[in-house]
């Protein structure tokens, strides 16, 4: 699975994250930050979902700074 994030912010910059076709593990999708330093934007975790009978998904987490809106 691909993931990728569009900044809003000027400069506008792609920011994109490859994850590994087998389900483990905890990863960020990274990003500048008004400052141009790299900051944690998205979190993604493998989980068993119980909403799917307990198949391992990829799951986006939200962090203090940026939340995810569905």
Same mark, same amino acid.
């Given at each position: 699975?691909?993931?990728?994030?569009?900044?809003?912010?000027?400069?506008?910059?792609?920011?994109?994250?490859?994850?590994? $076709?087998?389900?483990?593990?905890?990863? @960020?999708?990274?990003?500048? =930050?008004?400052?141009? *330093?790299?900051? +944690?934007?998205?979190?993604?975790?493998?989980?068993?979902?119980? $909403?799917?009978?307990?198949?391992?998904? @990829?799951?986006?987490?939200? =962090?203090?700074?940026? *939340?995810?809106? +569905?």
């Amino acid at each position: 699975m691909k993931l990728t994030l569009l900044s809003q912010q000027e400069p506008k910059e792609l920011n994109s994250l490859v994850l590994p $076709e087998k389900l483990a593990g905890h990863y @960020w999708v990274r990003g500048k =930050n008004s400052m141009g *330093k790299m900051t +944690d934007i998205v979190a993604v975790e493998a989980e068993r979902s119980v $909403e799917s009978g307990g198949v391992m998904q @990829w799951i986006l987490k939200s =962090n203090r700074r940026f *939340k995810i809106m +569905d």
